[in-house]
């Protein structure tokens, strides 16, 4: 069967700017622009790490990390920032990974994002958790770390990982008043990434290679763009075009150096716009992990 095609990119080249500084950013497996500070991102450990947000230049400079009261980080592994009411600065953060399959409900805590200063933040800094969606998938269990919010429809999108092709679900932002989980809404599938070649598979995480594993959304809600393994794909959707039929299209290539180009860009795990959506940024999990630039489309 021939692998799916994709479309030219018009995209640059990717660019390395930095890298995270921060010793305890380990296994960064999100990564986010603030949406009140420039040149200000957000990231998060995956499992084991603690329930913490760091702060970080585009440059990887570390700015210290701001303790989520009252969350437990099982497996972090997204976060997206987004304005409440078109206002309030809000980050989510995705507790959504389930590599064995264990667990029959996801917590998403959303957080006020935090105010910055420009200097680092004290070791007791924490931010309180403003709400929560438990979550538990209709069809059994799922592994995920492609997570976003969709402000203009208020809903959370939720890409899974180890299905072939992945699975596209959604959930309100706002959950019902209820203490029993939301069930997530399988709305399609993501068909046209292309599957692992036979250079791939002699190659480091060869055998994962499409697998999806970051989400973000475009600032004007216009397109999106899933991370995995190898490259990116930019998915564009109509005016009136839902994400399930924006997915279901042929994607564009954003390419990326492949890990043996750069050792420091191999688990790669966290891709964000930038706050004016005119760039791409992309690290991975690893100390002193690689931090990418890759510039908008030229029309």
């Known amino acids: 069967m021939p692998a799916p095609s994709v479309k030219s990119t018009r995209f640059g080249v990717a660019e390395r700017i930095g890298h995270i500084e921060d010793p305890r950013l380990l296994e960064c497996s999100g990564l986010e622009a603030s949406l009140t500070v420039e040149d200000l991102f957000w990231a998060v450990n995956d499992s084991g790490n603690g329930p913490y947000l760091y702060a970080l230049g585009s440059d990887g400079r570390g700015f210290g990390r701001v303790k989520v009261a009252g969350a437990q980080n099982r497996d972090w592994e997204a976060l997206d920032a987004f304005l409440w009411k078109g206002r309030r600065p809000m980050i ?4 959504v990974g389930d590599n064995r399959a264990h ?4 917590t998403l805590y959303v957080v006020p994002e935090p105010a910055f200063n420009g200097t680092p933040y004290a070791a007791s800094a924490e931010i309180n958790v403003a709400w929560r969606i438990r979550f538990a998938y209709p069809d059994g269990k799922h592994d995920a770390e492609a997570v ?24 309100p932002l706002i959950p019902p008043s209820t203490a029993a989980p939301v069930l997530a809404k399988k709305t399609g599938r993501v068909g046209h990434i292309p599957p692992p070649s036979a250079a791939d598979l002699l190659l480091p ?3 994962y290679r499409a697998q999806p594993t970051a989400l973000d959304i475009s600032p004007d809600g216009r397109s999106a763009v899933v991370l995995t393994y190898k490259h990116a794909y ?9 994400w399930a039929a924006a997915f279901s299209a042929v994607p564009v290539l954003i390419p990326l150096p492949l890990p043996r180009q750069d050792t420091g860009l191999g688990q790669r795990e966290a891709i964000s716009f930038a706050a004016d959506g005119r760039a791409l940024y992309v690290t991975a999990e690893g100390r002193h992990a690689a931090i990418y630039r890759v510039p908008g489309q030229t029309k």
């Open 92 to 95: 989510l953060i995705a507790d």
């Open 103 to 106: 667990y029959p409900v996801h």
């Open 148 to 171: 976003a919010v969709d402000t203009i429809s208020q809903k959370v999108l939720v890409l899974t990982k180890r299905d072939d092709p992945p699975i596209l679900f959604e959930l």
């Open 205 to 207: 995480y060869g055998t």
């Open 234 to 242: 930019l998915f564009e959707r109509g005016a009136a075009e839902s």
